[in-house]
């Protein structure tokens, strides 16, 4: 008997339940296990527990800012490798260049992104 490879893990840190419960269905088709965080300080602490592959991460977060998070993440050791989708509804150029440099692996704007082009994205980042 072979073993399947453990499919990768995602957590998702996002207080929207309609973008949550769309992203979470539709990855969970290609096998990728979920968990989910409603805000920063639960994304944090998810981040320890669940040690994902990729995390998506919202900006705006009802108790903090999700580039708090992102800072937070990266200070732990496993924190700075770890790949990290901004995923926002915020299309500023100073989000985006502080997504760059705090090593975010992507910054996609909600509105500008079909879910079906959002979840390549993440195949994409996952399958490299």
Do not use: C, W
């Not at 992507?106 to 993440?122: G, H, P, T």
């Amino acid at each position: 008997m072979v073993d399947e490879p453990t499919k990768a893990k995602i957590l998702i840190v996002e207080d929207d339940t309609f973008m949550v419960d769309l992203l979470s269905k539709e990855l969970a088709t290609f096998g990728y296990r979920i968990e989910i965080a409603k805000n920063g300080l639960e994304g944090v602490d998810k981040f320890h527990s669940f040690k994902p592959n990729l995390i998506l991460l919202d900006i705006l977060l009802p108790d903090q800012n999700g580039f708090d998070v992102l800072r937070q993440i990266r200070r732990e050791p496993a924190g700075y490798e770890t790949k990290v989708l901004v995923l926002s509804n915020l299309d500023k150029r100073s989000d985006l260049e502080e997504a760059k440099r705090l090593n975010a692996t992507d910054y996609l704007v909600k509105a500008n992104f079909s879910l079906s082009e959002i979840v390549a994205r993440i195949r994409g980042v996952l399958e490299k």
